[in-house]
């Protein structure tokens, strides 16, 4: 069985400083891992996946992920807000050998200016 | 290339009457996905079509759900009778490669509110 959390379901940061939107998983056999966004009216898009191999993967916009075994977490960083980055985030997990994709409850993520 | 198109994008209803949502996946798709988020929660799997075969739906709710997708090109999505809980955003998402996850296309949802 698999399931995500996400702490806080509403973040608010300023433009210009570091956004950070927490994910933990727990998973029976080795995830992976994914964070996407939706914009208003717009579908989920892809940011960024762990699969295998190097556990600090760098995603589009500027986003990065760590993947931390020990922590069962997969935070999603960025150093610098933007304005643009206002949105709705959900991480997920999926299994090895799984097609399903198990999401956490989403962060909306509100810049302030 | 379009990308994975759903219709419609908001349906209201009456609980009772019956909502066929629709799904066109990127051509060439094999593999389509219907999900679902109740307000406030977590998107959750409704099931998954490989061509016209459904090959896993374990998510699906109850029997008032009915999907299908003939030819193994578009999918429909059917409720029918509505309830007040079926009240949500339904998305569907494509894929061409099995398992990848990162080679999944999600549309844009279709927002169903039953009164």
């Known amino acids: 069985a698999q399931s995500v959390t996400q702490l806080g379901s509403h973040v608010s940061v300023s433009e210009g400083a570091l956004v950070l939107l927490r994910c933990n998983y727990s998973s029976s056999v080795p995830p992976y891992l994914f964070w996407y966004v939706q914009y208003p009216n717009q579908g989920l898009q892809l940011l960024l996946k762990?699969?295998?191999?190097?556990?600090l993967v760098k995603g589009i916009n500027g986003f990065e992920a760590e993947f931390k075994k020990s922590e069962t977490s997969f935070h999603l960083t960025k150093p610098s807000a933007h304005m643009s980055d206002a949105a709705e985030y959900f991480c997920?997990?999926?299994?090895?050998?799984?097609?399903?994709?198990?999401f956490g409850t989403g962060t909306r993520l509100t810049i302030i200016p | 290339e379009a990308g994975v198109t759903q219709f419609p994008s908001h349906s209201v209803i009456e609980k009772g009457q019956t909502v066929t949502l629709r799904c066109d996946p990127i051509?060439?798709?094999?593999?389509l996905y219907w999900y679902r988020r109740v307000m406030g929660k977590e998107i959750k799997f409704l099931l998954h079509f490989v061509k016209e075969s459904k090959q896993d739906e374990s998510g699906m709710p109850n029997n008032r759900f009915l999907a299908e997708r003939t030819g193994g090109t578009y999918s429909t999505l059917k409720v029918q009778p509505a309830e007040l809980e079926d009240s949500g955003v339904y998305f569907c998402?494509?894929?061409?490669?099995?398992?990848?996850?990162?080679?999944?296309?999600f549309g844009s949802g279709t927002q169903l509110s039953v009164l």
């Open positions: 762990y699969t295998t191999g190097a556990t």
């Open positions: 998402a494509s894929s061409q490669d099995y398992g990848s996850g990162e080679k999944l296309f």
């Open positions: 997920a997990v999926m299994g090895f050998g799984n097609e399903k994709l198990t």
């Open positions: 051509s060439g798709h094999d593999n």
